[in-house]
DNA sequence: CCCACATGAGACACTGATGTCTCATGTGGG
DNA sequence: CCCACATGAGACATCAGTGTCTCATGTGGG
C-alpha cells in the first residue's frame, strides 16, 4: 500500500542520470506510480530534486566512511574511495551538472563537507610526500567529481565498458597518461 | 544596422556557458536586442543551439589545427591543444552537458571527427612508448573534454584560478597526481 | 466482514516560455 | 532628401509542464 518512498527515489535517479529533462509524469510512469501520487510525495520538482541531492549526499558521506580515508597511504584511499563512488557515479553526474544549472544559488551545506574530506585527504597525500604538490587540493577534488561524471557518461554511452571505470579512473587521476619510466 | 551575427553568437554562448537554462528573452537582452531581432537570426532555441554547437565544432577544429597535433611529441601536442582550447573552453562546458541531455539523439558528426582527431593523438603517444597503453585513447580523449569542462566551472566559480587552467589540467592529464620519483 | 485510507485516473487552472504577428520608428543608402 | 528596410516594442495565441483537486477503486487491517 505505502509507497516504497526508497525505491522511487532511486527509479527517480536512475531515469534522471540518463535524462535529466524528464518530466514529473514520466518520472511517475518510470516508478511505476501516477503522477498524483509521485506529488503526494514529493511536493514538487525541486522538492524531488532536493530529496535527490540529500541521496547523493549521504551515498557520498557512506562512501568516504567506507574508504577509511585516514588509512594507508593516500594513493590507496583514493582508489578506495573511487571504487566506493561507483555506484553511485550516475546520480553523481546528474547532480554534478544540476548545480551548474543556477549562478549563485548557496549550495548545500553537505557537499562543503564532503568537498573538505576529499581536499584532507590530498593534502594529506601532499603531506606525505606522496602526491606532488603543484596541483591544489581543491582542483584535484574538482577532478575527481569530474571525472567521476565523465566516466558515468563514457559507459552510459558505450564509449568506456562499465568495468574499466574504476581502473581508467584511478589510473589517470593518480598517474596520469604518461608512462612511467620506473617502476 | 544588420544584426552582427557573430557577435550574437558569442554573447549567447558566453551567457548560457554561466547559466544554461537562460531564456530566449535573457539571451537577446544580453546581446542588447529585442527578443524579435533574435527570433529573425535563430528561428528557435534549437535552432541557436544548434548554432552554437556548430561555432563549438568550428572552435575546437580550429584549435586541433593550430596545435599541431602532428608534431614534437605527443605531450607537447597535448599541451598546445589544451592551451588552444581555453578560449573555447567554457563553450564546450556548455555543449557537453547540453549533449548529455538527449538519450539516444544522434549527435552532430562534427564531434566524432574531432574525437578522431584527438583519439589519434593519443594513439600516437602510445605508439611512440611516450603515454601508457593501458588507459584507452576514447577514455583520454573523454577525459580531457571532462577536465577542460570541470576546469571552466572551477575557474567561473573560483576554486581554481584562472591563469591556473592549463597548467591544472595538463599536468594532470599528462602526470598524475602522483609525485614522479625521477625527474 | 467492513471501514479507512492510499492510490490511480483524470479534469482543471496557472505559469513561463515560445513562436508569430503588427506597427511605429529611425537609420542608412541611393 | 526620401524611401526601403531592419529594428524595437509589445500584443497575442499556443504549448508543455506543473500544481491542485475530485472521485472512484481496491486493498489491507481491525
Known sequence: MAVDREHLLRSAA???????????????????????TLHRQFAGRDVLVRALEDLGIQECEAALDAARLDEDTAGEAVRRLVREFEDAAGLLAFLYTENQLFEGEEQNAGWARIDARIAALFRRGQESGEFRIDLTPAWLTEALFGLCASGAWAVTEGRVAAKDFHYMIVELLLGGALRRDES
Not at 536512475?14 to 498524483?36: C, H, Y
Open 14 to 36: 536512475a531515469l534522471l542520470t540518463r535524462k535529466s529533462t524528464a518530466t514529473m509524469d514520466e518520472v511517475a510512469k518510470a516508478a511505476g506510480i501516477s503522477r498524483a
